[in-house]
Each structure stands twice: as C-alpha cells, then as structure tokens.
C-alpha cells in the first residue's frame, strides 16, 4: 500500500534559516504529492502540490520537486520566519486500486522557529 | 465562503455515550472523508464516500459508522464511546474521488473520559 515518510521532529531553526524538510514516499502508479501546514488550534491547509515528475510546487517562499527517481518530495524555503512555526504534513494521493483515494499522510514535522 | 464546517468543536463524553460530528460542505463535492489526529501517528483515515449513498471503510473504522444521505452532509457517529476514541477529528472533501487537494475543515477535540 501507499506509505509517506518524513522527519520527525521538533525541527527547531532560527530566524532566517534555511528549512529543509524531508519526505519520501512509496506508491502504485503516479501519485500527486501535497504538502500541508497545520497552524496551532487550526485545521490543516494547503500549502503546495505537484501532480506529475519534476512537477515543482511553490507557496509563501516555500518549494518541493516531485523526483519520481528518488521517490521524494523534499520541502524546502530560503529563510524562515518565526510566523512559519506549525506543523508541516507531506501526503501523497493517487488511484490505488483498493477504493480508498484518500490521502496518505507522513506523521508530521514540528517546525519551531525562534526570533 | 462557507467551505467545510465542522459541529462541535469540542465535545466532552463519557464511556459508553453515543454522539455524532457533522460535517457540512458547501462546494458541490462528490468525495468526502474522515480522519483522526493523534500524536505520532499523523492523520488516519476513518471512512470515506465517493457521492450520496456511497460509503466505505478507511484505515480505522471500528467503533464508527457514516452515512452520506445528501452530497452535502457527511456525519460521523461514535455509537458506544471508548478513550481510545479521543481525538481530533477532520473532515475533509475533494471534487472527485482520487484527485486534487483536499480541503478539510477546522477539526473537532473529543475527550473520552
């Protein structure tokens, strides 16, 4: 079955620090790749989607490459600022033949930035 | 600009109590799902529909049960409560079964005591 796979944390950065964080997956056929935020308190949100290889989603500065070769969907971003701190999800959705088509979901990165 | 509204957000219950989570969308969409949110474990998907009078079972569906009477309403009920039921709970929805984002709404907290 479908599985995604990415850091655990806390991550915790400084203020303007470059943020990577890293998410692999495993899928029958071609799925499309998100990742989403979850602020404190609040549901989660879309942040950026890539729906094919080399596809690359961007938002708010951040950016991932969907890299069919190495099954990843790495997110990435220039400078981080405190507002970025949440919970960062990567999930993966596609046919999978078993009726599901919902979206599998990583266990989550807690991102804390400090000013 | 209503999107998913989810009722309560927070709700108390004791052992063995029954209650259901609704869930309402307003963007004519055919799919709809459940999930729950626990810590360490990410987002687990409890059961889903693919349009009106469609359901099936996700990764964790024991101890809930769903119907989908309209394209609209999605609810989950919890018929006996346990504590392993505490949770977040999201309901989310997309167009069409198997594509596109997701969009969930703000999540309900229940506490099992």
């Known amino acids: 079955g479908n599985s995604v796979t990415q850091m655990e944390g806390p991550v915790t950065l400084s203020e303007e620090a470059f943020l990577t964080i890293n998410c692999t997956y495993t899928?029958?056929?071609?799925?499309?790749l998100f990742w989403y935020v979850q602020y404190p308190g609040e549901g989660l949100q879309l942040l950026l989607k890539?729906?094919?290889?080399?596809d690359k989603g961007s938002n708010k500065g951040f950016e991932a490459t969907y890299r069919k070769e190495t099954t990843s969907f790495h997110l990435e971003k220039g400078s981080v600022q405190v507002s970025d701190s949440a919970v960062y999800f990567c999930?993966?959705?596609?046919?999978?033949?078993?009726?599901?088509?919902?979206?599998?979901f990583g266990k989550g990165t807690h991102l804390i930035i400090q000013p | 600009n209503a999107g998913v509204t989810q009722t309560p957000k927070f709700q108390v219950l004791k052992t063995g109590q029954s209650m259901t989570l609704q869930c309402a969308q307003d963007m004519n969409h055919e799919y709809m799902s459940w999930y729950r949110q626990d810590p360490g474990m990410g987002l687990r998907l409890i059961h889903y529909?693919?349009?009106?009078?469609?359901?099936d079972q996700g990764e964790v569906p024991n101890g809930y049960n769903v119907s989908r009477s309209t394209t609209e309403d999605f609810p989950l009920r919890l018929l006996s409560a346990a504590p392993s039921q505490t949770s977040v709970y999201f309901c989310a929805s997309s167009y069409a079964p198997g594509a596109g984002e997701l969009f969930f709404g703000e999540g309900s907290r229940l506490t099992v005591l």
């Open positions: 890539a729906t094919k290889a080399d």
């Open positions: 529909s693919v349009g009106a009078g469609i359901t």
């Open positions: 999930a993966l959705r596609g046919i999978s033949g078993g009726g599901a088509d919902g979206l599998t």
């Open positions: 899928a029958t056929g071609y799925p499309s």
